[in-house]
C-alpha cells in the first residue's frame, strides 16, 4: 500500500560525494520521522541519521560532520547527503519511514529495498 523508493547509490572514489533519495509513495495520510540505515555484508543493520517530521536530526557517531540528512515534506521524500566518504561507508543503504495511510489508525513503519553504496578506489 505504501512503497518507498532509495535512488542515488553507486560507486564512489573515497573522498567522494553521494547523494541518496528515498520517496514514499501510495495511499499516504502523513509520513512522521524518517531515517537511513546501512547494512554491510556480515553484518546488522544499523542506523545512520533519522529525522522528524519538523526537522530534528540525529546521526550515528561515525557519520557526524560527514552526512547530511533532510527532507521535503511535499514531496514526501528524505535524503541523505554523504560526503566524505570513506571506504567503510560501503553498505547496501535503506530508508525507513513511520507512516500513516489514508485507511489507518496508526504509524507503522515501513522499509525501501536498499541502494548500493560502494565506496572504493
Known amino acids: 500500500q505504501v512503497q518507498l523508493v532509495e535512488s542515488g547509490g553507486g560507486l564512489v572514489q573515497p573522498g567522494g560525494s553521494l547523494r541518496l533519495s528515498c520517496a514514499a509513495s501510495?495511499?499516504?495520510?502523513?509520513?512522521?520521522?524518517m531515517g537511513w540505515y546501512c547494512q554491510a555484508p556480515g553484518k546488522q543493520r544499523e542506523l545512520v541519521a533519522t529525522?522528524?517530521?519538523?526537522?530534528?536530526?540525529n546521526y550515528a557517531d561515525s557519520v557526524k560532520g560527514r552526512f547530511t540528512i533532510s527532507r521535503d515534506n511535499a514531496k514526501n521524500t528524505v535524503y541523505l547527503q554523504m560526503n566524505s566518504l570513506k571506504p567503510e561507508n560501503t553498505a547496501v543503504y535503506y530508508c525507513?519511514?513511520?507512516?500513516?495511510?489514508?485507511?489507518?489508525?496508526?504509524?507503522?513503519?515501513?522499509w525501501g529495498q536498499g541502494t548500493q553504496v560502494t565506496v572504493s578506489s
Open positions: 525507513n519511514a513511520n507512516v500513516l495511510s489514508n485507511s489507518g489508525s496508526a504509524y507503522r513503519t515501513s
Open positions: 529525522i522528524t517530521r519538523g526537522g530534528r536530526t
Open positions: 501510495g495511499s499516504i495520510f502523513s509520513i512522521g520521522a
